[in-house]
């Protein structure tokens, strides 16, 4: 935390010491902040609460130091204690609720995350690094859409500028077009981002923009391009994962989706399809492990609660199984294989009837795919 902010602090806290002892463990637990003695920090902010529960920036404080440690949970606890102390709209509180958003962040916590940055963002619009914190949670939730509606009015009103700050704007804002299928404005967005020189990113959203085309090659050039550049690019590795994984290429996939889980534990596609290898491969520990993460980074989604059922049916899990796909038909009831797999289940069930009515219900989703298909007959006589 900023030595400003610090010494602010204990300007404002400095009324709560009744004593010169309790000055003394303030003075010490700021200096030891300071110094980078986060573990003796962390000791003296505690002590000094013993005796001021009340004080919401020394809260604030010891949030800031069990963030820097990891323990970010234990950060979570000090921040929201800290909001709860201040008065509602104290000018520190948007200080604390980024950083009580930032925790979530670092646990994957995301729907939180963007519901603290929300309010941040209410009290200070022009706030750059909450609005961009905000705009990853969406794109990590797959929340393309509300990464448009949030990024292009700031990117209208800077006249699309592509220098400075306005380069990571650009790289969410291509992201999520690309993501929505929008790729003729994702594509000037990144000839934009070119024009500042040879970039990782654009590099990247080149490679996604080719994947979403199925132009597999291309992209597997631009995103390997990208990772030759900045080794670090966040969700590279994952993307280079899902092109090797579309050419057939296993072995390179899980090698990517390893690579890209060593930069951040918490990438949802590199969990999703790393567990659902592993569970092709009968590694069901692990890849129950990577998939209830998935799970956690967004929560509900099909294809996580999907590949999960396959784990429940692979350890012979039947019951549970069931219970998953049954939920997850309900909940989106086009999607072909969770009905296929229930039928495969009530069939060794001896359900013939409710097997039955899951089979009819795959041929007529089938049905309708292939007459959504380019070229399918919709009705008449062809000459």
């Known amino acids: 935390m900023p030595r ?10 400095l009324a709560a010491a009744q004593s010169g002892s309790d000055t003394e463990v303030l003075q010490r637990a700021l200096s030891l902040h300071q110094s980078g003695d986060y573990g003796g920090a962390i000791a003296a902010y505690e002590q000094f609460l013993k005796a001021h529960p009340e004080a919401a920036g020394v809260r604030s404080n010891l949030g800031a130091a069990l963030a820097h440690e990891g323990r970010f949970e234990d950060a979570i606890r000090e921040y929201r204690l800290a909001l709860d102390a201040e008065p509602a ?12 958003a930032l925790a979530y962040f670092k646990t994957a ?3 939180k995350a963007a519901s603290e940055l929300l309010r941040v963002r209410e009290a200070e619009p022009a706030n750059q690094q909450a609005t961009l914190l905000l705009a990853t949670c969406y794109l990590r939730l797959g929340q393309n859409k509300k990464v448009i509606s949030l990024l292009d009015p700031i990117w209208e009103q800077n006249n699309a500028r592509t220098t400075g700050g306005d380069l990571a704007l650009a790289y969410l804002l291509g992201d999520a077009l690309i993501g929505d299928n929008q790729v003729n404005r994702g594509q000037a967005i990144i000839d934009r981002i070119l024009r500042n020189g040879d970039s990782a ?20 050039t631009d995103i390997e391009r990208a990772v030759q550049l900045n080794p670090k690019l966040p969700e590279a590795q994952s993307y280079l994962g899902l092109v090797l994984l579309a ?22 596609n590199a969990n999703l399809q790393l567990g659902g290898l592993l569970r092709q491969d009968h590694k069901y520990d692990e890849a129950r492990a990577l998939l209830d993460r998935a799970l956690r980074i967004r929560p509900g989604d099909y294809g996580a609660r999907y590949q999960l059922s396959n784990v429940d049916l692979g350890e012979g899990r039947l019951e549970g199984a069931q219970a998953r796909l049954e939920s997850l038909v309900k909940d989106a009831p086009t999607f072909v294989q969770a009905h296929v797999s229930l039928a495969t289940i009530y069939y060794r069930e001896k359900r013939k009837e ?10 007529k989703l089938n049905a309708e795919i292939q007459a959504r298909q380019p070229g399918a007959q919709t009705g008449g006589t062809q000459k």
């Open 4 to 13: 400003v902010f610090l010494a602010g602090l204990f300007c404002a806290v």
């Open 109 to 111: 916590q995301l729907a």
């Open 247 to 268: 050419t057939g290429d296993t072995t390179g996939a899980e090698r990517a989706f390893r690579a890209e889980l060593n930069l951040d534990a918490n990438d949802f």
């Open 354 to 363: 409710d097997a039955d009515r899951e089979r009819e219900i795959v041929q």
């Open 89 to 100: 709209g104290a000018p520190a509180n948007s200080k604390v609720r980024l950083n009580l």
């Open 201 to 220: 990113e654009a590099h990247l959203l080149m490679g996604a923009a080719k994947f979403v085309a199925k132009e597999f090659a291309g992209a597997r």
